[in-house]
């Protein structure tokens, strides 16, 4: 089983880790799991507007 470095990250707690791995995988990669997470990272760092913008950014992006 493969492992992202930002789940690795993610599960360890270590969110400024995974938020960089995964705002590159979002340039990079355009993954529609990784709004998901970052939405959530925001919403574990009291972020809610920016977790919501993610979200919102993630449904432009991926309308379906």
């Known amino acids: 089983v493969e ?3 930002w789940e ?3 599960h360890l707690g270590m969110l ?7 705002l590159s995988s979002v340039r990079h ?5 990784s709004y998901l997470y ?7 760092e009291d972020q ?3 977790s919501i913008e993610i979200l919102e950014e993630g449904l432009r992006v991926h309308p379906k």
Do not use: G
């Not at 990669?29 to 799991?33: A, D, I, K, R």
């Not at 970052?38 to 574990?44: D, P, W």
């Open 3 to 5: 492992v992202s470095p």
């Open 8 to 10: 690795v990250f993610y």
């Open 16 to 22: 400024k880790d995974a938020e960089k791995q995964l």
């Open 29 to 33: 990669n355009n993954n529609v799991e």
């Open 38 to 44: 970052l939405s959530r990272i925001y919403q574990k």
């Open 48 to 50: 809610v507007q920016r």
